[in-house]
C-alpha cells in the first residue's frame, strides 16, 4: 500500500469514529460537563476573584486530573465496543496494516480532545477583557494540555484494546494515567529523598506539565510527551497484533514485532535522557522572558576575572514546599554556569550526607540547618534541613538563605503558596557584589570605567585667605598620591578662573551656577575656591567644603569617586517625620519613621540606608541619594540642605502632599500637613494643588461590618468603593520610565494633583527632561472636602455615595524631572552663613566659638550639573505601613508594589536600571481592576453562556456537515 493510501485509511477510520462520537447525544452532554467542571472550578474551588490575577492558572493547575478523566471517557468504548460486538475480527482480518487503526482511532480522539478546549476557550478571551493577561503561558498552557492530552489517550487506546467492558477500560485508563501522574506529586516525593524525588519527577505527567504553564517550553517535556504517546500506541498494536498471530505462525515475524517494539521504547527512553541534557533547548513564552537569563545578568557574568563558585547547599529531606523549588534554583544556576562561559562554577551539595561539607559550611560560611515542622494526618515532626546558596569570588562570598530567596503567600488558612521570590535579581545581585567587594578590596578605581578627573577652580595663593592656602597643599598632595595609585583612571588639575580676564569664571556661572566666595563678613574680597570631579560624560559631583582639612577631604573624595564606580553598595539617605509625642504620660515617644518601617526594612535589603538629620543644614557628603518621605514643617535650614544636594548633582525622591489622612480603631480624618516643601517645588516647576483626587476607576476600601447570624455576632470585612483610593493601571503608568517596568498597577491613596510649570510640561521639558510617571484615568475629579469617611450607604445619592464632580479629567500624580536645575536659594544669602549679628554675639562674649571659614563664606551652588534628578509622588501615605497593610487586607495579602516602585526608582536613579529591570522580571501577576459583587457574577455567567453558546455553535457545525453528507449521498443514489 502507498502513503496515499495509508493516510487515506487513517482518515477515514478517524472521520468514522468522530461521526459515532458525535450521533450519541452523550457527546454533548460530555461537552457541557466538562465545561462546567472546568469553570466551576475556577470561579468557586480556585476563588477566580479572590486570586486578583488576571490569568487562567487556575485552570490548568487542575487539567492534569480533569484531563485524567476527560480522556478515559473518550478512549474507553474505542476498543472495548469492537471486542463486545465481534467486530474486532474483522479489524483483525482486514489486509490494512493495525496502525492504520490504531492511529486513526487516536486522531479521532485527539479532534474531539481540540474541541473540549475550544469550549473552555472564552475563559482566557474574556479575562483579557478584564486585565492584562499575558498571553505567552496561555498558548503554552494550551500546548501542554494538549501533549499531556495526547499522552493520557494513548494509554486509554491501548488499555482500551485489553477489555471488552466499557466501564472495566475507564477504571483502568483512569487508574494508569493516575499513576502516571501520581509518582511525581507531593504525596509520594516528600517521603524521599531529594534524588529519588526528581527520578520519579522526571518520570510523572504533572511536573513536565507544570513546567510548560509557566510559560518556558522546553524540547525535553515535549520529548517526553511524544515518548509516551509512541511508546503506548506501539503497544496498543503489539497487543493486536499478537491476536492476529496463528498459533504455529512464522515465529521469525512475531520476534521482529516484539524486537521493534522493544527497540522503540529503549529508543524513547534513550532520547529522554539525551535531551534532558540539554536545558538550553527551550522557549521562553512569558513576557519580558522572566524564566530566562536576562542581558544585565550576562554582562554581570561577562566581566568575571577570576572563577565564580555558586554552590547550593540543598538538603535531601527538606520541608515538602521547599523541595519542588530546589530543581528551579539548579536550573538558574546551571544556566549562569552555561553563560559564564567557563568562568562559574556550579557545585550542590547535600550536608547532612557529608559531614566535612557542613563542618565547613557552619564553620567558614556561617550556613546553619534550619528546622521545619514537617505533619501528616499520623504524625508531625521537626527535619532540620539547609537551603542556601554560597555566591564566592576569590575570598569574598555572600550566603543566600531561604529567607532570602523564597516568598511565602497566604490563600487561606491553613493554605500558603511557596515560591521563589526572584532567584536571577537575588543571585545576580549577590555576584556583582562580592565582585566589587573582591576587585575593590580598599581600591575604588577597580569599579570606575572611564578616567575621573577632579579639577580645582581655585585662586593664586595671594588671594586665598591663610587657612585655605594649608588646605590647598594639603588637597594637592592627596589627589596626587590617588593619582599615582589609580592605574590612570584619576587625575587632578587647578585652574583659576580670575586669570584672561574671567572667561572661565563666566563659563563655570553660567554652566554650574558657581561663583566667588567672600573673605570674610565684612571684607569686599573675593576668590575661587571650587573641586568638581567629572568623567567626560554629563555627571559632575561637587565636593563639599567641610571643616577644611586633609581627612575631612579624603572622606569627601573617597565619597565622590564612588558617584562613578559601579556595582558598589550606594548609600541612601532617608528623611523620616519627626518622632511622635507620647499617647499618654510616662509613655515613651513613638520613634521616628514608627510607621515607615516596610519602606526602611525594603531600601536596607538593597541598600546602605541611613537616617539623614537635615536640621543643620548639610546632607552627609557619602550619601547618593535622599528620600523625603512625608515631610512635615522643614524650616530653611532643612530645606537648604535639600536644595544644595541636588545642585550638585544629587537625586531627590519625595513623597509629599498637603494632606494627610489619620486613621484610628473608630475615626478617620484629613489633616493639613505642611512639608516646608511648596515654594522649593513650585520653584522647579511642580505645584501641588490643595485639593485631593478622586476617581471612578478606584481601590477598595475594607470595613469591618459585624453581622448577627442566629444570634451570633460575626464580623467581616466589606469592601466599598472608595474614590480617594485611586486605582491607576494601562494608560496610567508611564510604560517608557524604567522606574516603572514590570509594575502593572499601583494604589495611590489620598493623593492632591500636580501641574507643571506655568504654561505646563511643555514649558519644564524646554528647561530639563520632565515625565509624567502616574496619572490617574479620564473620569477623575478632584474634592475640596475633608470629609473622607468611607460611606456603608448614602440615601442622598442614587447609586455611588460617592457622586463625582463636574470636572472631570486626568490627574497627574507622581513627576519626575532631571537637567539642569536653579537653586531657590540663587541670589540669597546662605542660611549657613554667620550673620553680622551673630559676628556681634560673639565679639560681645556670648559665644566663645570664634566662626570659622567654612561657616563664614557663602556657599550656595545656584546651578546643578545635568545628573541632578528630582522625583515626586504627590501622596504623603503612599509608603505608610498602615496604608499598605489596609489596601493589602482587601487582597488577603501585603501589598508591596508601593515599596516596589520606590525601589526601582532609587535603582534607576542611581544606574542601575539593570538590575532593575531583572527585579521587574518577577513582577508579572497581573492584578485585576477593582470590581463589586455584582460585576464579578456577571463576568463569571458570561463565561457559562460563551461556553453553551460554543457547544450550541459546535452542535450546529454537525448538523450542517450531516445535513451535507446526507444530501450528497442521496444525489449519489439517485445518480
Not at 133 to 151: E, K
Not at 735 to 763: F, K
Not at 783 to 788: A, F, K, N, T
Request: net charge negative; hydrophobic share 45%; with cysteine.
Amino acid at each position: 500500500m502507498s502513503l496515499d493510501t495509508h493516510s487515506q485509511a487513517t482518515l477515514q477510520i478517524a472521520r468514522k469514529e468522530t461521526t459515532l462520537f458525535f450521533s450519541s447525544p452523550v457527546a454533548w452532554l460530555f461537552f457541557a460537563a466538562f465545561a462546567a467542571v472546568t469553570l466551576f472550578i475556577v470561579f468557586w474551588g480556585e476563588a477566580f476573584f479572590a486570586r486578583n490575577i488576571a490569568d487562567v492558572r487556575p485552570m490548568f493547575e487542575w487539567m492534569p486530573i480533569l484531563l485524567i478523566l476527560l480522556c478515559s471517557t473518550l478512549t474507553m468504548r474505542m476498543w472495548s465496543e469492537e471486542r463486545r460486538t465481534g467486530t474486532l475480527e474483522h479489524v483483525l482480518t482486514q489486509p490494512a496494516p493495525l496502525w492504520n487503526f490504531v492511529l486513526g482511532k487516536y486522531l479521532a480522539c485527539m479532534l474531539l480532545l481540540l474541541l473540549a478546549l475550544l469550549v473552555v476557550l472564552p475563559l482566557p478571551l474574556t479575562i483579557s477583557l478584564i486585565g492584562d493577561i499575558d498571553w505567552g503561558p496561555v498558548r503554552a498552557g494550551y500546548l501542554a494540555t494538549l501533549m499531556l492530552g495526547s499522552a493520557y489517550l494513548a494509554i486509554g487506546l491501548f488499555v482500551s484494546s485489553r477489555t471488552q467492558n466499557q466501564i472495566v477500560s475507564l477504571i483502568g485508563s483512569v487508574a494508569l494515567c493516575g499513576l502516571f501522574w501520581l509518582v511525581g506529586s507531593p504525596l509520594i516525593t516528600a517521603t524521599l529523598g531529594q534524588t529519588a524525588a526528581e527520578w520519579l519527577q522526571a518520570l510523572a505527567t504533572g511536573t513536565h506539565f507544570d513546567a510548560i504553564t509557566r510559560g518556558v517550553i522546553d524540547v525535553s517535556d515535549l520529548v517526553y510527551y511524544l515518548s509516551l504517546t509512541l511508546i503506548f500506541l506501539a503497544l496498543n498494536v503489539l497487543m493486536l497484533e499478537r491476536e492476529r498471530w496463528a498459533a504455529a505462525g512464522p515465529a521469525g515475524a512475531h520476534r521482529r514485532w516484539q524486537l521493534i517494539t522493544v527497540l522503540l521504547v529503549l529508543n524513547a527512553l534513550a532520547l529522554n535522557l539525551w535531551v534532558g541534557q540539554m536545558h538550553s533547548w527551550r522557549l521562553d513564552t512569558t513576557r519580558g522572558q522572566q524564566y530566562s537569563l536576562s542581558a544585565t545578568t550576562r554582562n554581570i557574568l561577562s566581566q568575571l576575572q577570576e572563577p565564580l563558585t555558586l554552590r547550593g547547599y540543598f538538603s535531601a529531606k527538606t520541608h515538602p514546599l521547599l523541595s519542588p523549588l530546589v530543581p528551579q534554583l539548579r536550573d538558574l544556576m546551571r544556566e549562569m554556569e552555561v553563560a559564564g562561559n567557563g568562568r562559574v562554577r556550579v557545585e550542590f551539595v547535600d550536608p547532612m550526607s557529608n559531614p566535612e561539607a557542613e563542618e565547613e559550611a557552619n564553620r567558614q560560611y556561617g550556613i546553619e540547618p534550619v528546622p521545619f515542622q514537617v505533619a501528616d494526618r499520623y504524625q508531625s515532626s521537626i527535619v532540620s534541613s539547609y537551603f542556601d546558596v554560597l555566591v564566592q569570588y576569590g575570598d569574598e562570598y555572600e550566603v543566600l538563605g531561604f529567607r532570602d530567596l523564597i516568598d511565602v503567600k497566604s490563600q487561606g488558612e491553613g493554605d500558603i503558596e511557596v515560591q521563589l521570590r526572584n532567584p536571577e535579581y537575588d543571585l545576580s545581585k549577590s555576584i556583582r557584589r562580592v565582585m566589587a567587594d573582591f576587585q575593590s578590596a580598599g581600591n575604588v578605581f577597580a569599579n570606575i570605567d572611564k578616567p575621573v578627573t577632579l579639577t580645582a577652580y581655585v585662586s593664586a595663593d595671594e588671594r586665598l585667605p591663610d587657612e585655605l592656602v594649608q588646605f590647598k597643599s594639603d588637597l594637592s598632595g592627596v589627589a596626587q598620591k590617588q593619582a599615582e595609585a589609580s592605574g590612570g583612571k584619576f587625575s587632578v588639575r587647578f585652574a583659576n578662573p580670575q586669570e584672561n580676564g574671567g572667561a572661565l569664571a563666566q563659563e563655570l556661572a553660567r554652566d554650574y551656577g558657581l561663583r566667588p566666595l567672600s573673605a570674610g563678613l565684612f571684607s569686599n574680597d573675593t576668590f575661587w575656591f571650587h573641586l568638581l570631579l567629572t568623567d567626560g560624560s554629563e555627571q559632575v559631583v561637587q565636593l563639599p567644603l567641610d571643616d577644611m582639612t586633609q581627612s575631612s577631604f579624603e572622606r569627601n573624595l573617597d565619597a565622590g569617586l564612588k558617584r562613578f564606580a559601579s556595582g558598589l553598595t550606594h548609600k541612601v539617605g532617608v528623611v523620616l517625620p519627626a518622632a511622635a509625642p507620647a499617647m499618654q504620660p510616662g509613655m515613651p515617644a513613638m520613634p521616628a519613621g514608627q510607621d515607615f518601617r516596610y519602606l526602611q526594612d525594603f531600601l536596607r535589603a538593597e541598600y546602605e540606608l541611613v537616617q539623614e538629620d537635615i536640621s543643620d543644614g548639610v546632607v552627609s557628603s557619602d550619601i547618593e541619594l535622599l528620600i523625603l518621605a512625608a515631610p512635615q514643617g522643614l524650616d530653611e535650614k532643612s530645606l537648604f540642605a535639600v536644595d544644595q544636594f541636588l545642585m550638585k548633582g544629587g537625586t531627590v525622591i519625595a513623597a509629599t502632599s498637603p494632606y494627610s489622612a489619620s486613621l484610628s480603631s473608630t475615626s478617620l480624618s484629613l489633616q493639613n500637613r505642611d512639608s516646608g516643601l511648596e515654594d522649593w517645588l513650585a520653584h522647579n516647576g511642580i505645584r501641588i494643588g490643595k485639593s485631593l483626587v478622586m476617581d471612578t476607576q478606584n481601590a477598595a476600601f475594607p470595613v469591618p461590618v459585624t453581622r448577627n447570624v442566629g444570634g451570633l455576632r460575626l464580623q467581616e470585612l466589606r469592601m466599598l468603593d472608595y474614590p480617594y483610593f485611586v486605582d491607576v493601571r494601562g494608560d496610567g503608568l508611564n510604560r517608557d520610565a524604567a522606574a516603572l517596568a514590570g509594575l502593572n498597577q499601583l494604589t495611590v491613596p489620598w493623593a492632591s494633583p500636580i501641574s507643571l510649570g506655568e504654561s505646563g510640561q511643555d514649558e519644564l521639558e524646554a528647561q530639563r527632561e520632565v515625565s509624567v510617571l502616574l496619572k490617574s484615568s479620564a473620569q477623575a475629579w478632584l474634592s475640596d472636602s475633608g470629609d473622607i469617611m468611607p460611606r456603608l450607604d448614602d440615601p442622598q445619592s442614587a447609586g455611588s455615595p460617592w457622586p463625582p464632580g463636574d470636572e472631570r479629567g486626568e490627574q497627574i500624580l507622581a513627576v519626575a524631572a532631571s537637567g539642569r536645575f536653579d537653586s531657590y536659594f540663587a541670589g540669597k544669602p546662605s542660611p549657613l552663613a554667620i550673620t553680622a549679628e551673630d559676628a556681634d554675639a560673639a565679639d560681645g562674649g556670648e559665644s566663645e566659638a570664634t566662626p570659622n571659614l567654612a561657616e563664614a563664606v557663602d556657599t550656595v551652588i545656584e546651578k546643578s550639573t545635568e545628573s541632578a534628578k528630582l522625583i515626586v509622588f504627590a501622596s504623603n501615605d503612599l509608603f505608610r505601613d498602615q496604608t499598605t497593610q489596609m489596601i493589602g487586607s482587601a487582597n488577603g495579602s501585603a501589598y508591596l508594589t508601593p515599596f516596589q516602585l520606590l525601589v526601582n526608582s532609587v535603582d534607576v536613579a542611581l544606574d542601575d536600571s539593570g538590575l532593575a529591570a531583572i527585579r521587574s522580571r518577577g513582577q508579572f501577576n497581573r492584578t485585576l481592576p477593582p470590581m463589586d459583587e455584582s460585576s464579578q457574577r456577571f463576568w463569571e455567567y458570561l463565561n457559562y453562556v460563551l461556553a453553551a453558546l460554543a457547544i450550541g455553535g459546535l452542535y450546529g457545525l454537525v448538523r450542517l456537515a450531516r445535513a451535507r453528507r446526507e444530501k450528497q449521498q442521496l444525489a449519489w443514489l439517485k445518480s
